[in-house]
C-alpha cells in the first residue's frame, strides 16, 4: 500500500467508524418513534421515559467502544477511544440518574416500585441502576479503594452486562412506547448484540488468541528497574504491525483470563517473527518479569494504536520526546527507520532521573550509526562531569537543538503525563500545530 493510500485510509476508517457509532446510538431511539406511538402524558414524565431509553442506548455503545476492533483504534488511537468511552459512560450515568429521579418528582408514589414487592421489573430496573452506580464508583475511586485493575477490569464488564440485560427486562416489563411485538424485537436484538460483541470479546478473541502463540525467545535486565522481553510466534507468521503500535500481552495465564497487559512494541516492525517489549516495573505483573524464563507460553492480541509514524509519512523528520519508559514505542520506532534504510533527520529528547536510570541507553547509542539521530539526553540529576542537558526538558532546550524547520517536523511524545503535558505546551507556545503533535498515554484508567 502507497503511502498516500495509507493516509486515505486512515481518515475513511475515522469517518466510517464515527458515522457507525452515532447511527448505533441513534437507531434505537429513532425506532421508539415509529409505527404506533402512546399519545404521551406530561413534557416531564415522556422526558424522563426519553432520557432511560437514551442512557440505555448509549450504554450499549460501551461494548463497540471497548471491543478492541483494531479498525477503530487504528483511526483514533485507543487513548482517545478510552477517554472517549469514559465521558459517555459518565453522560450515560447521568441521563439515566435523571430517569428516576425526574419520574419521582412527577409521581412520588412511585417510591412504592423501589420496595422489595414491587413488580419485577420496576426492581429489575432499579437493580440496574444500582448496578450501573457501583461501575461508575468503582472506576472513579478504584485506585482509593485499593482495587487492584484486573480484578476491577473483570468486575466492570460483569456489572455492565448485568445491567444491560435487567434495563433491557425493566423496559420490556413496563411496555410503554414498545407495545408493538416487532419493538419488543428489536429492543431484544439491540440487547443482543451487545451481549454478542461482550462475548465476542472475552470468549472468541480469547481462542483466536490462543491460535497464534508465542514463546520467550530473551529476556534481559535494562537500566532503570526494567526488562526487556522478546517473543517469537510458534507455527506462524508473526504480527504485521505498525512501528510504535502496542499489543495486549499474556504471560501465565491464557487469553481467556482477562488478565493481559498493555505494552508497546519496542522492537522494529520490519522484524514480525520477532517482537520486543521495553517493561517497567511497576506493580504485580510487571513485578514478576524477573521469573520469566526462556521458551515460557505467552500470548498477544493486536495491534493496537495511532501512535505511529507511518500515519504521517511525507514528514521531512521526526522529533522524539521520551520520558522514562516512554521510551518503550520510540524505540520501535527508531528501529524501523534504521531496517528501512531512511534517511530523514530525526531528533529525540530522553529524559530521566540520571544515567543509571536510562532505560535502553545502550540500544540508543548503537542506533546512532544506523540512523541520523540527534540524541539529546537531559538529566535531572546529573553528575558534576556532565556535559549535556540537565533539569527539566524546557522550551530552551528544544530551542537549542531543532533545526530552523522544526514547524514542518512530526512529534510523538511518550512518558509521564506531567512531562508529556509541559512538552506539549512548550511545543504549542513555539508555534507548532497540535495537528503535528501525537502523545501516547500508558495509562488506561
Ligand atoms: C497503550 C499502552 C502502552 C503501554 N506500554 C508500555 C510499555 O511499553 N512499557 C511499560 O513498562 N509499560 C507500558 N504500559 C503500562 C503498563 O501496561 C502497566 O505499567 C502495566 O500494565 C502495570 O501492570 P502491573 O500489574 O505491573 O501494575 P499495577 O500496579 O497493577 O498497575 C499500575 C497501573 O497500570 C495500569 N494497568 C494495570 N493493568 C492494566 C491492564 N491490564 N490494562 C491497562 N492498564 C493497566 C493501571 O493504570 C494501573 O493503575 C503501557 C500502557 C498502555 C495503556
Not at 421515559?49 to 478492541?68: D, E, K, N, W
Request: aromatic share 14%; with cysteine.
Amino acid at each position: 500500500m502507497s503511502q498516500a493510500e495509507r493516509s486515505f485510509n486512515f481518515a475513511f476508517h475515522g469517518t466510517l467508524w464515527a458515522s457507525a457509532y452515532l447511527a448505533l446510538i441513534l437507531a434505537p431511539l429513532a425506532v421508539l418513534l415509529v409505527g404506533s406511538v402512546p399519545p404521551g402524558t406530561t413534557f416531564a414524565w415522556d422526558f424522563a421515559v426519553a432520557l432511560g431509553f437514551s442512557a440505555l442506548s448509549l450504554m450499549g455503545s460501551m461494548f463497540l467502544l471497548t471491543a478492541r476492533f483494531q479498525w477503530t483504534t487504528r483511526a483514533f488511537g485507543i487513548d482517545i477511544i478510552y477517554f472517549f468511552h469514559r465521558w459517555v459512560a459518565l453522560i450515560a450515568f447521568v441521563l439515566l440518574l435523571g430517569h428516576p429521579v425526574i419520574l419521582l418528582g412527577v409521581e412520588p408514589l412511585l417510591i412504592e416500585y423501589l420496595k422489595p414487592n414491587a413488580p419485577w421489573h420496576m426492581l429489575a430496573g432499579a437493580a440496574a441502576l444500582l448496578a450501573v452506580i457501583l461501575q461508575v464508583a468503582t472506576s472513579i475511586w478504584r485506585k482509593y479503594i485499593g482495587l487492584e485493575y484486573d480484578t476491577w477490569r473483570r468486575l466492570h464488564a460483569l456489572l455492565a452486562m448485568t445491567a444491560i440485560v435487567l434495563a433491557v427486562a425493566h423496559i420490556v416489563g413496563v411496555n410503554y412506547y414498545i407495545e408493538a411485538p416487532w419493538k419488543h424485537e428489536l429492543w431484544f436484538a439491540f440487547a443482543a448484540s451487545w451481549i454478542v460483541l461482550m462475548l465476542y470479546l472475552r470468549l472468541v478473541r480469547p481462542w483466536r488468541i490462543s491460535r497464534r502463540p508465542y514463546r520467550v525467545a530473551d529476556i534481559k535486565a535494562e537500566r532503570g528497574d526494567a526488562w526487556t522481553l522478546t517473543l517469537e510466534p510458534v507455527g506462524h507468521a508473526g504480527l504485521r504491525f505498525l512501528p510504535g503500535q502496542f499489543v495486549w500481552l499474556c504471560l501465565w495465564h491464557s487469553a481467556l483470563a482477562m488478565r493481559e497487559h498493555p505494552f508497546s512494541i519496542s522492537s522494529s516492525a520490519e522484524q514480525p517473527q520477532r517482537l520486543s517489549f521495553t517493561i517497567k516495573k511497576l506493580g504485580d505483573f510487571t513485578a514478576r518479569l524477573s521469573q520469566v524464563t526462556v521458551g515460557q507460553a505467552a500470548c498477544l492480541d493486536g495491534p493496537f494504536g495511532a501512535f505511529s509514524i507511518d500515519r504521517y509519512p511525507g514528514a521531512p523528520g521526526y522529533v522524539f520526546v521520551a520520558g522514562g519508559v516512554g521510551i518503550a514505542p520510540i524505540l520501535g520506532m527508531l528501529k524501523t527507520l534504521a531496517d528501512r534504510g531512511d534517511e530523514r533527520p530525526v531528533w529525540l529528547f530522553y529524559a530521566y532521573k540520571n544515567l543509571d536510570y536510562l532505560t535502553a541507553y545502550d540500544q540508543l547509542q548503537a542506533l546512532q550509526s544506523r540512523v541520523k539521530l540527534n540524541l539529546v539526553v537531559i538529566l535531572n540529576d546529573a553528575p558534576a562531569d556532565w556535559t549535556g542537558e540537565r533539569g527539566l526538558l524546557s522550551e530552551g532546550i528544544l530551542r537549542r537543538h531543532l533545526p530552523d524547520n522544526y514547524r514542518d517536523l512530526e512529534y510523538f511524545l511518550c512518558g509521564p503525563t506531567v512531562m508529556t503535558a509541559a512538552a506539549e505546551r512548550d511545543l504549542e507556545r513555539m508555534g507548532i500545530s497540535v495537528r503535528h503533535i501525537h502523545t501516547e498515554l500508558f495509562e488506561m484508567a
